[in-house]
């Protein structure tokens, strides 16, 4: 049997984390949930992770510098954005390191791009 494909979750916002992350791992992924992108590195320093699933706009680390640090310990690994600032993804040029989901996040709106990402079966 395969293990199954693992998401970092990096979300500032405690509710929305926690529903996005049961919502992961309802459709059978394994995911980590960080708060910042502090944690979100010490994660990738120790596990294996197929997508980093951030948002962009987070105090200390924003998304972006997270997925460009994140992506120096694990080369190929997919990046996926969310926020609901437009402006802010377009002035970062998140585009440029992966997807971006704008807020509010939908449930099949989310997974469709994960397994898009993933290359995961619906």
């Known amino acids: 049997m395969d293990s199954p494909l693992t998401i970092l979750f ?12 049961g919502m992961l791992l309802a459709e059978g992924f394994r995911v980590f949930a960080a708060a910042d992108g502090i944690d979100a590195l010490h994660i990738l ?16 680390i924003d998304g ?15 990046v996926l954005f969310t926020t609901g600032y437009v402006q802010r993804a377009i002035e970062r040029e998140a585009s440029r390191y992966g997807s971006v989901l704008f807020k509010p996040l939908r449930h099949t709106e989310i997974i469709q791009e994960v397994e898009a990402l993933l290359g995961a079966a619906a």
């Open 64 to 78: 972006v510098r997270l997925a460009n640090q994140a992506r120096l310990i694990r080369p190929g690994l997919k």
């Open 45 to 60: 320093h120790r596990y294996h992770v197929d997508l980093l699933f951030t948002d962009i706009v987070m105090p200390g």
């Open 10 to 21: 990096v979300e500032d916002e405690t509710d929305l984390r926690d529903l996005v992350r």
